[in-house]
């Protein structure tokens, strides 16, 4: 559980792969894109930091959150990457649609996981307001995105050393 005022997006480089040699999907939700824009740029300049190039991170726009399934499946299908991060964000409003938007991203994306060898890195925030995730994208708690690219070059390194035994 996160705490008040710490910053979870700090990471160690040296103790990381170096991301040089990966290639990575990016798909990102354009609502809320207040909040998804600071998302990707946190995961942008993590990844950037960590050794990986512009010409290997692909990025595709899908319309909402819950498109983010799709678009990281055809990115797989098409796109050569090594791993795939979604990023969106669904504010919890008056009506069940929040549930249901969040159920079936989590859901679909586990589903990617279990289904493909690409793993997908699941940087859907789901705040009950939006200050909530002003915080998670550059605010207060850090950057979800800086902590998804973290994720995904660890995940590209297991899936290249599992692929190579």
């Known amino acids: 559980m996160a705490t008040a005022n ?9 103790k990381l792969p170096n991301a040089k040699d ?3 999907g990016i798909v990102v939700s354009e609502w809320n ?3 998804t824009e600071g998302l990707y740029n946190g995961a942008i300049a993590a990844l950037l930091d960590c050794g ?13 959150s819950f498109e983010l399934v799709y678009g990281a499946q055809r990115m797989i299908v098409t796109q050569e990457v090594d791993v795939v991060i979604t990023i969106g964000c669904v504010i919890k409003g008056e009506t069940m649609h929040f549930e249901f938007v969040c159920e079936g991203v989590t859901q679909g994306i586990k589903d990617l996981n279990v289904q493909t060898d690409v793993p997908v890195i699941f940087c859907l925030l789901t705040d009950n307001n939006e200050q909530q995730s002003i915080d998670r994208s550059g605010g207060i708690h850090g950057n979800k995105g800086t902590e998804a690219a973290i994720a995904a070059i660890k995940m590209a390194e297991l899936r290249r050393i599992s692929e190579n035994k």
């Open 22 to 24: 990966f290639r990575f």
């Open 6 to 14: 710490k910053n979870l997006s700090q990471y160690d480089k040296t």
């Open 33 to 35: 894109d207040h909040v």
């Open 52 to 64: 990986a190039t512009k010409e290997n991170i692909v990025r595709w726009n899908v319309p909402g």
